[in-house]
């Protein structure tokens, strides 16, 4: 409890900070590693486009303590998905010590989370926040809850272990996709026997592999993204199947672009300002016992009124017994 899990707060020299929407504060530790009580100041060379403040700007630290201090990096004119750079350097006061740390940042339109992972329940509740890189329109809306599809089969061991779809050790599945915001496959551990090693290749409509899922042990995952219409095909392979073959269930969801659905979008705020962050809150009823994906779409513009898609929050729900 208390310690910052997210990439940009590991305590490591280096602050980066790949998706920031309008501003992210970003928390460090700074350790003396002298005999004696030093006094440093910060600082900043900002990366281009951006300011950045650090809080406290002068700290005194004690022989073999830390103490942890904040930085706070906001874009005040700097492009999107282009990755600027600049640094921090605590200088002590008799200038004998130097800390240096070098800062790299790309700016995004809106930071989301990509998945929630949300209680078992019929009915339920949830909320996450939205951060905002720009000024303009903003709406969520709430796409399924759609409970997975299923595909139970067997696979036989295929025993060079190289994948080939015509070589009789892999089994196809066709799916027929139409008006998705996302595709998503998925065979987790228990879906198959006991120390089988299945892995997923799927095709698209024109016939191309475009995705894989190949972990170590059975626990496999695709997701396609706004998936072309038309007709997938998932291919199980039998990388390891001890004795001679193995049973699975292949779960899929197509979850709609078009909104609608047991999920809903109870609150969300009603535009967006640069560097604001907001929440939006949801809730479902009437699941049974299914395991469910759902998404809350992101729409928007900078200075105009004509949305368009900025990303998904996915809400993952498993009611399975």
Do not use: C
């Given at each position: ?16 900070v790949?998706e920031?929407a309008?501003?992210?504060t ?12 030093i006094e440093?100041?910060?600082s ?13 700007s002068?700290l005194t630290i004690?022989?073999f ?5 904040e930085v ?8 999107l ?6 640094s ?9 010590y ?8 790309k700016?995004?339109l809106?930071g989301?989370?990509?998945e ?5 329940g019929?009915d339920?509740?949830g ?8 000024n303009?329109?903003y709406?969520?809306a709430?796409?399924?809850?759609v409970?997975a599809?299923?595909t139970?089969?067997?696979v ?10 015509d070589?009789?050790f892999?089994?196809?599945h ?7 915001a ?13 120390d089988a090693?299945l ?6 409509p024109n016939g ?7 972990a ?8 396609i993204?706004?998936?072309e219409d038309?007709?997938w095909s ?6 390891s199947?001890p ?5 699975y269930?292949?779960?899929?969801w197509v979850?709609?672009l078009?909104?609608?659905?047991s ?5 969300a ?5 640069l560097?604001?962050t ?6 479902w ?32 729900m498993d009611?399975?017994?």
């Amino acid at each position: 409890l208390g310690v910052p899990s997210e990439a940009y707060n590991l305590n490591v020299p280096s602050i980066g900070v790949a998706e920031l929407a309008g501003s992210q504060t970003v928390m460090r530790f700074l350790t003396n590693v002298t005999d004696d009580p030093i006094e440093v100041t910060a600082s900043v060379e900002a990366p281009e486009g951006y300011s950045v403040t650090v809080n406290p700007s002068n700290l005194t630290i004690d022989s073999f303590d830390r103490v942890m201090f904040e930085v706070t990096i906001v874009n005040e004119s700097a492009p999107l998905d282009e990755w600027r750079f600049g640094s921090l350097t605590w200088v002590d006061s008799d200038e004998m010590y130097e800390a240096y740390s070098p800062i790299a940042v790309k700016a995004t339109l809106i930071g989301i989370p990509g998945e929630l992972f949300a209680a078992p329940g019929a009915d339920g509740s949830g909320s996450f926040d939205v951060s905002f890189g720009y000024n303009g329109s903003y709406s969520a809306a709430a796409h399924g809850l759609v409970a997975a599809t299923v595909t139970s089969d067997n696979v036989v061991q295929d025993p060079d272990q190289e994948f080939d779809p015509d070589d009789g050790f892999s089994n196809r599945h066709d799916f027929d996709v139409s008006d998705g915001a996302l595709l998503r496959f998925a065979m987790p551990p228990e879906a198959t026997e006991t120390d089988a090693d299945l892995d997923l290749y799927l095709y698209d409509p024109n016939g191309e592999l475009v995705a894989t899922s190949t972990a170590g042990g059975t626990n496999e995952m695709i997701d396609i993204v706004l998936p072309e219409d038309g007709t997938w095909s998932l291919y199980v392979h039998g990388w390891s199947a001890p004795g001679g073959d193995s049973d699975y269930d292949l779960y899929s969801w197509v979850v709609p672009l078009t909104p609608g659905g047991s999920l809903s979008v109870d609150a969300a705020p009603a535009e967006a300002v640069l560097a604001a962050t907001g929440a939006v809150d949801f809730s479902w009823m009437g699941a049974s016992a299914e395991w469910y994906l759902g998404a809350i779409s992101h729409a928007g513009a900078e200075g105009e009124d004509d949305p368009a898609l900025l990303g998904l929050t996915l809400i993952n729900m498993d009611n399975r017994p």
